[in-house]
């Protein structure tokens, strides 16, 4: 089926050329963007895209998809998934991550992964870097469970913690576990190109066999001169902290930092940073948000969808609106990228990181990182 | 208060407080139950029905289009009825109650979700989820009795208008989907000023617009594009909206006009409880008799006496949840309303031809069944 599929797409776009070709004018996709609009007077109500999605996932462009090539194991608890994107993929510039749909137990889940794979990568494949959380619930999954073959759902990549373009000539990187990730596309790429800034690499992890990409990285470092690396083992050594930076990374001050890992550790940057008047020279990735305790829940309401559940103070609306199986927007799922945006009807919702409660009516919510403060209508 | 109350009370009149509250409670517990149990093999059901639903579309409009050959006619015609039955009945229905929102699949959900119909979903879902589904055979309230066009229970005032009603509703069973998509309108209630016109029209625009594409579909486009067959083609697709139409309209009017499915009066909505909303469900519906077959081509309406109790389960449970709420009926002394297509669809059919007449005296409940 799969080949025969191939068969077909390779089929399906030799007309398509031929037909621009024949035209002679517009691109490729233009024409494709008419026949498949002239289709849908034949397919209607669905959408063309729903037939070819059957026959191969990855043709679909209603949805992004795309087909887990490889499983491989990094450490004992982490894994790299190679994945092919499908239609509709627009590609990424190294550091970005990208939102993944997995379909458990029948249900689709949607968590952010940093792509570890740099665009440079020639075959078109992207991967992602899992570390499998022991308590949660999609990372074990991805890590443990899931086969080539698998179909993942993708967002688009998005995401700042990109390299400014020329880089710096001063780089630091500070990394721990899983924080690695995103920085790890990043000298992926530069090291494709062949030439890496001054680049100082500190990075923790429990042990020198727990280390995510450990062999890689130390080859990196001993083929560039000019990037060193500072391995920090912290079952023995214990946690780093910023007092020991200036010995690691005497000239801290004069690099641009890119630092991505533990919410403590970085909250330890940032304050760091601060102290010396340098905030604008580190650049921080977080996996999770920082949040408060919460206060009282309430019912919500999802108006437009007619759906409702009873909600805790601390679970974020989104969660809630999942479970509820409303289609809510998702995106981080940790307050930074407005994807989940939706607008109050009523109600008092309570932002999690900060506990600070607020709400009028009308005013547009981050479902993400909010929860019921009592009974709330949200628009969906 | 109303004179015929007392006899509709009868039905569950041995019922005590306790009984009802505890049907309520049972009834929840089994619906608990079932949502805790949903997975990846329901996901993989409803992926199944919608391949082989979509398969046999492609296939029977692809035959359709050398159906100048009598085989193929057949073939292609046969498919695609079946298809678009499929899409009805055990797609569109259910996902558009949300069945299957808990996946949280976009593609597969009850806000996104348009059918092979000429009624938009939007339309349907309020008239259909919202008003029948809550004010389930309650007289006045729920407008699904008799579609605002049939006297389908002794309880409707007789009219000379209901004479025409044998003939009428044949009609209607050939060009359901249109009797819908304009009952979805619901201009009598502009009609009696319940609504304004404008709001009425404009729903009618919608239905015009979503109607006017799926007649494009199968009588303009598919026709063009066979060519030679364009008159077969034609004719295939109309035989296929047609019978999907005459076995929809059957399923569903067995679903609640069969002998012993219950009314009920307005008052009975004053604080109604859980346990007797749930046993107002019960009551008011009727299911079909027949194997696997049978119950995935209605959709799983066959099983509508489930379906009302819980109508946002997926449908492929309804066949493991029947004989649990059978049981349940017995224990309580429930008439549990289920017999053979042809028996119902006699029982129904019976209905329409004697409440064409005036009367008769409304029965009370309880000597119904004897
Ligand atoms: C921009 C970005 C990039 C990321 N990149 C990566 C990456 O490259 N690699 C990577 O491994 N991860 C990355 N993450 C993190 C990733 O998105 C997931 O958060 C992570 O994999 C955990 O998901 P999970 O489903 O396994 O855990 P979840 O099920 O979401 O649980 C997370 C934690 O919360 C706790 N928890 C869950 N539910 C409750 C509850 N009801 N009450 C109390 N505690 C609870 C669990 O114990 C667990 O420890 C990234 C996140 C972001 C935002
Ligand atoms: S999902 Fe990104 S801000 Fe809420």
Known sequence: MRKGGARLARAAEALTRAVAEAAGSGSRLAVRRHLLDAMTWLTTPLLPDDYLGLINPLWSSRELRGRVEAVQPETADAATLVIRPGRGWEGHRAGQYARIGIDIHGVRHWRSYSLSSPPERADGRVTITVKADPHGLVSPYLVRRVTPGTIVHLAAAQGEFTLPEPPPDRLLFLTAGSGITPVAATLRGLAAHGRMPDAVLVHSAPASDEVIFGTELRALAARFASLRLYERHTRIDGRFTMAQLRRVCPDWRRRHTWACGPAGMLDDAERHWRRAGLADRLHVERFRPTVTVGGIGGRVRFTASGGWADADGVTPLLVVGENAGVLMPSGCRMGICYSCVARLRAGRVRDLRTGREYGDEGQLIQTCVSAAAGPVEIDL | ?370
């Open chain 2, 1 to 370: 208060m109303d004179a015929r109350v007392p006899e509709r009370v009868s039905v569950t009149a041995h019922l005590s407080e306790v009984d009802i509250k505890e049907i309520g409670r049972e009834l929840d517990q089994l619906r608990d139950e079932i949502t805790a149990s949903l997975g990846e093999s329901d996901a993989r059901y409803i992926h199944r029905v919608i391949a082989v639903q979509r398969g046999l579309e492609a296939t029977g409009r692809t035959l359709l289009m050398v159906s100048i050959l009598p085989p193929a006619w057949l073939a292609g015609t046969a498919c695609l009825a079946v298809a678009k039955i499929l899409e009805n009945m055990e797609i569109g229905h259910n996902v558009l109650h949300g069945q299957w929102d808990w996946m949280r699949d976009p593609e597969i959900h009850s806000t996104t979700w348009e059918w092979d119909s000429a009624t938009p979903a939007d339309m349907w879902k309020r008239s259909h989820n919202v008003v029948h589904h809550t004010y389930t055979n309650i007289l006045g309230k729920d407008r699904d009795i008799g579609y605002a066009a049939l006297r389908v229970s002794p309880e409707q005032p007789w009219h000379p208008i209901y004479l025409t009603q044998p003939l009428y509703n044949a009609i209607l069973a050939a060009f359901f989907e249109w009797g819908i998509a304009i009952y979805d309108a619901e201009l009598e209630r502009a009609w009696r000023g319940e609504k304004s016109w404008t709001e009425a029209l404009t729903q009618l625009g919608g239905v015009a617009r979503k109607a006017g594409r799926q007649v494009i579909k199968d009588y303009v486009a598919f026709p063009l594009l066979a060519g030679p067959s364009f008159l077969p083609t034609l004719l295939g697709n109309a035989a296929a909206n047609a019978a999907r139409n005459v076995w929809s309209h059957t399923v569903i009017f067995c679903g609640h006009f069969p002998d012993g499915a219950e009314v009920f009066t307005e008052d009975r909505l004053n604080g109604e409880t859980r346990g007797e909303w749930y046993i107002r469900q019960l009551l008011g519906s009727a299911n079909i008799t027949g194997g696997p077959l049978l119950h995935l081509m209605t959709g799983n309406l066959s099983h509508q006496i489930e379906h009302h109790l819980f109508p946002d389960l997926p449908s492929n449970r309804y066949a493991e949840i029947a004989p649990r709420v059978r049981e349940l009926c017995q224990r309580y002394g429930l008439r549990y309303n289920t017999g053979s297509l042809l028996r119902q669809t006699a029982s129904v059919w019976k209905n329409v031809l004697r409440l064409a007449l005036p009367g008769p005296k409304p029965r009370p409940a309880d000597d119904r069944s004897s």
